[in-house]
């Protein structure tokens, strides 16, 4: 019943070590984001795809990489993890129809440490 | 620019209503959302209110919404101890974009 699945659940890396977090959608929507939640924050948008096109945030550290390959998955590339973040990642979702449906699905996250 | 706050904490006994609060900057928000957040789980949506209503209700749920102050407001009526979690609002302004507030640790006490 999963729509938006993200994984892993958890993911442990080293200082340094690239890290790649998947999510996948079974719910067709255009727009995917990735947003990072640091512990007892508001979750702080990286980066979305609307279809293909990519809109970076404009304080998204360069660090961070996305891809798009398909309209079902959306990969957070890490290119050199540092102890500031370690986060939850979430993973969303969303269909902008115009009408009131406009809301986000959530997947449950992946909760990254870097040692 | 956008700025969402909320309150930190709240404590309620089971069985009593909840009212969680929350403030906006942005006028041009075109919808407002809470959303529910279980420890190490995602985001789950509660309810949401676009900005031309005031009063939104959906079983235990009200939402106040009054865009003059832009204030915005959840009551659970009847809290549980399920209901025990953090709860974000979120405002949804030009560019799909949504800000989300620090959110409100709610915990419900038996």
């Known amino acids: 019943d999963a729509m938006v699945i993200q994984n892993p659940r958890y993911q442990v890396t080293q200082f340094g070590k690239p890290v790649t977090l998947s999510c996948s959608q079974t719910?067709?929507?255009?727009?995917m984001y990735w947003y990072q939640q640091k512990s007892s924050q508001a979750p702080k948008l990286l980066f979305h795809?609307?279809?293909?096109?990519?809109?970076n945030e404009a304080d998204t550290p360069d660090n961070f990489q996305s891809r798009r390959p398909n309209t079902s998955f959306c990969f957070l590339d890490i290119r050199s993890p540092g102890l500031g973040d370690a986060a939850m990642y979430l993973c969303?979702?969303?269909?902008?129809?115009?009408?009131?449906?406009?809301?986000?699905?959530f997947g449950s996250g992946t909760q990254l440490s870097v040692l | 620019g956008e700025d969402v706050e909320q309150s930190l904490f709240l404590s309620v006994r089971e069985g009593d209503s909840s009212v969680i609060n929350c403030t906006y900057t942005?006028?041009?928000?075109?919808?407002l959302y809470w959303y529910k957040q279980e420890p190490g789980a995602g985001l789950q949506l509660l309810t949401y209110?676009?900005?031309?209503?005031d009063m939104k209700q959906d079983q235990r749920l009200t939402v106040l919404l009054n865009k003059k102050d832009k204030h915005l407001s959840l009551r659970i009526a009847d809290t549980q101890t399920g209901d025990s979690a953090i709860y974000f609002c979120?405002?949804?302004?030009?560019?799909?974009?949504?800000?989300f507030g620090g959110g409100t640790r709610v915990l419900v006490k038996p």
């Open positions: 969303a979702t969303s269909s902008p129809s115009g009408g009131v449906q406009e809301k986000l699905f």
């Open positions: 719910l067709n929507h255009n727009v």
């Open positions: 795809y609307y279809d293909k096109d990519f809109n």
């Open positions: 942005d006028s041009s928000s075109t919808y």
């Open positions: 209110i676009f900005s031309n209503m």
């Open positions: 979120a405002e949804r302004t030009a560019g799909n974009k949504l800000t």
